[in-house]
């Protein structure tokens, strides 16, 4: 008997559901890489994960660690958003969205914003404004997600990212 739940605990450890998810990334600075449609996006991500793009961040290490904190508490708030079958059907969007403290000066206090152009990547998509507006819903009312204050003090206005709906 004693191996029967063994064996049955095995296989409920073994059984899980495929890694859906929403995947997040920053949108390169350098003029390597153009990332304003779904092709160029997706080849730029494809280079990535291939190890064929060289991180020319010139950025203080203080910035690199808050910007790399923020991107963190993104994803982790990205992944809930979406079920399995909103997954299965999103597969393979891309979006391009901004988190910005818009176009104000350093003494200005912080103003977190979600900015889209709907020109880019499948921005006009269904899932692309779905994550918008949940996106907008979470950063105007969690200070969790309020810019950076050592980026914006860097003088970085603007967060430039890149949502992957992956179904695998």
């Avoid at 495929?18 to 153009?34: G, N």
């Avoid at 904190?69 to 299965?88: A, D, Q, W």
């Avoid at 269904?126 to 050592?150: G, H, I, Q, T």
Wanted: charge should be positive.
């Amino acid at each position: 008997m004693m191996r029967f739940w063994a064996f049955g605990f095995l296989c409920f450890l073994c059984v899980g559901e495929a890694s859906a998810d929403v995947k997040v990334f920053f949108a390169p600075k350098s003029t390597t890489y153009e990332t304003n449609t779904s092709a160029e996006i997706k080849k730029y991500l494809e280079d990535l994960v291939g190890g064929k793009v060289v991180d020319l961040s010139d950025n203080p290490k203080a910035v690199n660690k808050s910007l790399g904190e923020y991107l963190k508490k993104i994803k982790g708030k990205t992944s809930v958003f979406f079920g399995r079958n909103e997954m299965s059907k999103y597969n393979g969007t891309v979006c391009k969205i901004s988190i910005t403290t818009g176009n104000t000066a350093p003494s200005d206090p912080i103003l977190t914003q979600v900015f889209t152009l709907g020109t880019l990547a499948d921005n006009n998509s269904e899932p692309c404004r779905e994550l918008n507006n949940k996106l907008m819903s979470v950063v105007s009312r969690d200070d969790v997600f309020k810019y950076p204050a050592v980026v914006k003090d860097y003088g970085m206005l603007s967060m430039d990212m890149i949502f992957y709906f992956n179904n695998n």
